[in-house]
């Protein structure tokens, strides 16, 4: 087992890349509203019970069997032509767990590329398959297996799909779907009985050229999520100009595009406000982006990982409107002040001080940004030594949770050959604590070992056994399925939140008698349990092309019993719970 620590940076020769020295502990979160009264419910199917003893400081627990053929899903991901041969075939797809059926359970939608027209395609397939290779539904049964209901759900678009976010947007109870990909997008109601309904035209969501990650967020607190769209290049099918052993033209061989914005109007509709709300004015090459509250202000901000394009830090200046901070606070650039290739964005509570840190996969050298608390981060990839030992890889899928649950956030990240078929073996750090790690990649499990192409990666306690496990999309191959198998893992609880807006409510600015999302996006949660302080925010998309299990985890290792839960929701009230029980999940509503 090999620890991390400012001694590693030496004997893995990163002796060129600058070394950001940890400071002093830094301020607490800032405070919101005064709390208010309690809403809590238990949330069916009862979770299992989790082994109560919490793994020592020293020992690795955790462990990952490949269960992708006891689970009944068979999917495979096509870039639909016989050889790799452009930026979009080589980009991949991702995937998505969420509860459509409001069972309790947590389904898997996997998206896919397909053969497009011959000229699309510098080694185009002979034969097309019939039918062509396309997006999936899985079914969570309850008892570990799947059921494909993909044909009766009516979630199979006719495009090359890329990625994929959930939100009830209509606030009635049902996830509804954003597919997203090359040529358009492709926004689907929750239809309330396991079917979709395509409503992008109806709802005004129309987006030219390459969609790529999405997300939802409630950027003015209205009570309705709002959705961001992010693009990639001006992809030119008919360009070919490129030096041979770099095998297609990459990202810098084509014009980067804008993201774009649009509002929720609360009545099934949205208006493009792009241009309006600043987002527009910055052209990138977006890869991945997620959405959170950085800053602790009550108010959702904006992370887009660009690819070989200084990453872009959007503020929500409370008026509807982004203010770009990426090189102020130090998000922009890598460890050298150069444009990477960001992948998939992640932000999490590293070290229980209620500020959000940013964790970023990279086709170089990965970073993990450690929030000041002062409007800026500081890149600590090279002190903990994650850098280094990833800087052979292509990191792309990503995924922050407590594995073992023994109180600290553990990292595993996905790897796959860049332009070219190269498989690669995959990473996992154990948390130690203040910032330190250890590589148990090779002791995790034979299916970490596995050398494959990865891409995206989605994240959940598919069980609710509280282990989280997780679906990885392979490029041109069949995905697997990682069940969580740790031994000896602590104590646990999940968070379903519900905010009270419902279907018909109006929206309403923040203040009194405002509401929040019914998905409780944008709502943050503390608890304390044995005197341990954890924070986590509601998000949508995170990592590469994705998006996890809508429930919040958190790991609590020996603790027996949870002191406190605090919700700060996003309509500003604070919600307190005392004296929870461990090992299970909860629903947690907004009082009215």
Not at 524 to 539: H, M, N, P
């Amino acid at each position: 087992m090999r620890h991390f620590s400012l001694l590693l940076i030496g004997v893995l020769g990163m002796a060129q890349h600058s070394v950001a020295q940890a400071g002093p502990k830094l301020a607490e979160a800032a405070q919101f509203a005064d709390p208010i009264a309690m809403a809590l419910s238990d949330e069916a199917p009862k979770a299992q019970t989790a082994e109560p003893q919490a793994p020592s400081a020293t020992e690795s627990t955790i462990k990952f069997e490949d269960a992708t053929d006891a689970s009944g899903i068979d999917f495979t991901e096509s870039f639909g032509s016989a050889k790799l041969g452009s930026l979009l075939e080589g980009t991949g797809a991702g995937c998505l767990w969420f509860d459509y059926n409001n069972s309790g359970l947590q389904s898997l939608y996997v998206v896919s590329g397909r053969p497009l027209d011959d000229s699309m395609h510098p080694f185009p397939l002979k034969v097309k398959p019939n039918p062509p290779p396309h997006n999936h539904l899985y079914r969570n049964d309850g008892n570990g297996h799947f059921t494909d209901v993909t044909d009766q759900s009516g979630l199979n678009p006719d495009m090359y799909s890329v990625a994929v976010t959930a939100a009830d947007y209509d606030n009635d109870g049902n996830e509804d779907l954003l597919v997203t990909g090359y040529g358009k997008v492709v926004l689907y109601h929750n239809d309330g009985n396991g079917h979709f309904t395509d409503v992008t035209a109806k709802a005004g969501i129309k987006v030219d050229g390459w969609a790529i990650s999405s997300t939802w967020l409630d950027y003015d607190r209205d009570g309705c999520v709002d959705l961001f769209v992010g693009r990639y290049v001006k992809f030119d099918p008919a360009y070919r100009a490129f030096y041979a052993p770099t095998n297609y033209p990459g990202p810098l061989d084509y014009e980067g595009e804008t993201n774009m914005l649009f509002h929720n109007n609360c009545d099934g509709t949205f208006t493009d406000v792009t241009d309006k709300s600043g987002i527009g004015a910055y052209v990138g090459r977006e890869m991945g982006v997620t959405a959170s509250d950085f800053d602790n202000d009550g108010w959702d901000d904006i992370y887009v990982a660009n690819d070989r394009t200084e990453n872009f830090l959007f503020r929500n200046k409370h008026d509807g409107t982004f203010e770009e901070i990426g090189n102020d606070t130090g998000t922009a650039y890598g460890q050298n002040g150069e444009s990477t290739s960001s992948m998939g964005p992640v932000f999490a509570d590293f070290e229980g001080r209620g500020l959000l840190d940013l964790w970023v996969t990279d086709g170089h050298y990965n970073r993990f940004l450690l929030n000041t608390g002062k409007q800026s981060f500081e890149d600590m990839g090279a002190s903990n030594g994650i850098s280094q030992a990833n800087a052979q890889y292509v990191s792309w899928g990503t995924g922050v949770y407590d594995f073992d649950n023994d109180g600290q956030l553990d990292i595993l990240i996905f790897h796959g050959g860049l332009i070219q078929l190269i498989p690669e073996e995959h990473s996992l750090f154990r948390g130690l604590g203040n910032g330190r790690f250890e590589d148990v990649s090779r002791d995790a499990g034979p299916v970490l070992s596995n050398r494959t192409v990865a891409r995206g990666a989605c994240f959940a306690d598919y069980e609710n056994n509280g282990k989280v496990g997780a679906f990885m999309v392979n490029l041109g191959a069949k995905g697997a399925l990682l069940k969580n198998v740790s031994t000896g893992a602590g104590h646990w609880i999940e968070i379903k939140l519900v905010g009270g807006m419902r279907a018909g409510d109006r929206g309403a600015a923040p203040g009194p008698g405002a509401k929040s999302n019914r998905d409780g996006i944008g709502a943050r949660v503390e608890i304390v349990a044995a005197g341990k302080r954890q924070t986590a925010e509601r998000v949508a998309a995170s990592g590469y092309l994705s998006q996890n299990d809508e429930r919040l985890h958190f790991g609590l290792g020996a603790a027996e019993s949870i002191d406190r839960i605090t919700v700060h929701w996003p309509s500003g009230r604070v919600q307190t719970l005392t004296n929870q029980a461990v090992d299970r999940v909860i629903t947690v509503e907004e009082p009215k």
